[in-house]
C-alpha cells in the first residue's frame, strides 16, 4: 500500500481530501466543510458552528501562556469564526485533555479566563468533554451562533470592484510571539533574568488576549451592511484573502501603504529586523475580520474607526499588493502551515 507524508497535501489539501469524500443527506444543511463555521438550517434563522483546537506545544507554549487567558483566548477565536460569517455566538462546548501536570488551581484558571470570555461575549457553557492526555494539554472548543438568513456572509460572494476592508491592526500577535520566545531563550540561559516586556504590551497582550470582532458585526449591522464576503485572520492576511478570492472567483488589489500596522509592531520588526509588512501578510493570529462590501455599502461605513478599507476586488484572479515604492508584488498565502516540518 502506497504511503503518502502529509506535507506532501499540507493542511489545506488535506481538509479538501476529507471534505470530497462526503455530500450532505440532510436539506438542513446548508454549508458544511469549506467556510468558516458550518451553516445548518433552523426555521427562520440559521445556525453556526464551529470548532477549533488549541493544542500545547503547537499553539501554546505553558511557560508563557498564563491559563486564565489561553482559556480566554480558546473561546475568543470559536466566537471570531462565528463572526466571520456575520453571526453572533450563543453557546460553546469545552474539552479538554488533561496530563497529572496540571493542577486543580490552573484548571480552576482555565475555566475562570473561559468565564470572563462567556461574560464578555455572552455565550453560555452548555457541556464539553473531559479526558486524559499523555502528551501535553489539549483544549477544544466549539461555538454555536445564529444569523438572520439575508445576513449570513460566505467566503465565496465577493465581487469585482467590491471594497476590501480589515478591522483593527495586524501583524502585533506575530511580534508579541516573537518577543515571548526571546525571553523564554534568555531565561532558560540564566533563570535569573528578568523578562524584557516594557513597551511590548500591545503586541504580547494581542497575541495572548485576542478579542473576537463581535462589536463589528453589531456596528454592520446597525448600519445595514450584509459584506458580500468574509473571513477571520488566523493564519494571516495573505492566507485568508486568498480564500475569499479562490472560493469567489475574483482577485485582488492591496494597497501596501494601506496596511494598519500599529507602532509597537512597527517598532519591534526594526528590532528583530524582520519587515512588518511580511508579519501583517503571513504572521497568523490577528483574529480580525477581513471583509468585503459593495461601494455603495462602503459609504455607510466608512466613518466606522476600526474599519479600513485596505484595496479592492478584481475581475482578473490575481492576488496582488501595489507596493509603496511601485510597482506590483503578488500576494502569495504564507499561512502557517502546521503540518509542514
Ligand atoms: P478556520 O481557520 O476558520 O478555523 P480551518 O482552516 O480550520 O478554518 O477549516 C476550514 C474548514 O475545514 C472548516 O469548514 C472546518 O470545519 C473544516 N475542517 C477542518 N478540519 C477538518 C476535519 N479534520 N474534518 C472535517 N472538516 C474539517
Ligand atoms: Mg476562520
Redesign the pocket.
Known amino acids: 500500500m502506497e504511503r503518502t507524508e502529509l506535507n506532501t497535501l499540507g ?2 489539501g ?2 479538501d481530501r ?2 470530497s469524500k462526503f455530500t450532505s443527506q440532510n436539506h438542513e444543511t446548508i454549508k ?7 451553516v445548518i438550517d433552523v426555521g427562520d434563522k440559521f445556525m453556526l458552528v ?3 483546537m488549541l493544542l500545547e506545544g503547537i499553539h501554546f507554549d505553558l511557560s508563557y501562556t498564563p491559563l486564565r487567558h489561553l482559556g480566554y483566548k480558546a473561546v475568543a477565536v470559536n466566537v471570531s ?1 462565528i463572526a ?1 460569517m456575520n453571526g453572533i455566538a450563543k453557546q460553546i462546548t469545552v474539552s479538554i485533555g488533561l496530563s497529572n501536570r496540571i493542577s486543580v488551581e490552573a484548571i480552576d484558571e482555565l475555566y475562570e479566563g473561559i468565564r470572563f470570555a462567556c461574560e464578555d461575549y455572552k455565550v453560555d457553557l452548555v457541556g464539553g468533554d473531559t479526558a486524559a492526555s499523555r502528551s501535553g494539554f489539549v483544549i477544544s472548543i466549539t461555538a454555536t451562533g445564529f444569523v438572520e438568513k439575508d445576513k449570513i456572509a460566505y467566503r465565496n460572494g465577493a465581487k469585482p470592484n467590491d471594497i476590501l476592508c480589515v478591522t483593527g491592526d495586524l501583524g502585533a500577535a506575530y511580534f508579541g510571539l516573537q518577543v515571548l520566545e526571546r525571553e523564554k531563550q534568555v531565561y532558560l540561559a540564566n533563570p535569573e533574568m528578568q523578562p524584557e516586556l516594557q513597551e511590548k504590551e500591545y503586541i504580547v497582550g494581542k497575541l495572548l488576549k485576542p478579542e473576537a470582532r463581535t462589536d463589528i458585526i453589531h456596528e454592520l449591522n446597525e448600519l445595514g451592511v450584509v459584506p458580500t464576503s468574509m ?2 485572520i ?2 494571516g492576511l495573505a492566507s485568508e484573502l486568498m480564500h475569499l478570492c479562490t472560493q469567489s472567483g475574483v482577485g485582488a488589489m492591496v494597497f501596501e501603504d494601506k496596511l494598519p500596522i500599529e507602532d509597537q509592531t512597527m517598532l519591534t520588526a526594526t528590532e528583530f529586523n524582520i519587515s512588518p509588512i511580511t508579519a501583517a501578510l503571513n504572521g497568523g493570529e490577528d483574529y480580525q475580520l477581513l471583509f468585503t462590501v459593495k461601494q455603495a455599502d462602503f459609504e455607510k461605513i466608512k466613518n466606522l474607526s476600526d474599519v479600513l478599507p485596505i484595496g479592492y476586488m478584481t475581475a482578473n484572479k490575481t492576488v496582488e499588493l501595489a507596493l509603496t515604492s511601485g510597482g506590483t508584488a503578488a500576494i502569495k498565502a504564507q499561512g502557517w502551515n502546521h503540518l509542514e516540518k
Open positions: 493542511e489545506f488535506l481538509i476529507i471534505s458544511g466543510i469549506g467556510d468558516d463555521a458550518a464551529s470548532t477549533d469564526d466571520a473571513i477571520d488566523s493564519d
